[in-house]
């Protein structure tokens, strides 16, 4: 099992950037693909990025195309989020997880094919 802890929220202004971070502890986090979700009040998780165990394939939702980088540096056991550009609707709790069902690509996207939760870092943007 590995533990993840998200941190890098806050309180932003819409077009500010912020960087989530996603620290990982426990069995080596290298050897999984791993994503970020968000969750917004009164709304589903939802998939925001993911990136796979060797860097080399990112995934990501149409909403934050061209706006987000996901990254990774599995020497540090951690992966970022880097958020350009925000907007009042990226607003949520966002959390890390380890994919751990599913090799296809259409696997990445869906928020039951990841474990081993984070608690969350509140993200606001406003306008």
């Known amino acids: 099992q590995v533990q993840l802890v998200e941190s890098g929220g806050g309180l932003v202004q819409a077009g500010d950037s912020l960087t989530l971070s996603c620290a990982a502890s426990g069995r080596s986090f290298g050897r999984n693909a791993a994503g970020w979700f968000r969750q917004a009040p009164g709304k589903e998780r939802e998939f925001v990025a993911a990136?796979?165990?060797?860097?080399?394939?990112?995934y990501y939702a149409d909403s934050v195309k061209g706006r987000f980088t996901i990254s990774r540096d599995n020497a540090k056991n951690t992966m970022y989020l880097q958020m350009n550009t925000l907007k009042p609707e990226d607003t949520a709790v966002y959390y890390c997880?380890?994919?751990?069902?599913?090799?296809?690509?259409?696997?990445?996207?869906?928020?039951?094919?990841?474990?081993?939760w984070g608690q969350g870092t509140q993200v606001t943007v406003s306008s």
């Open positions: 990136i796979s165990e060797s860097r080399d394939t990112t």
């Open positions: 997880a380890r994919k751990i069902i599913g090799w296809s690509s259409d696997t990445y996207y869906n928020t039951k094919n990841y474990g081993d």
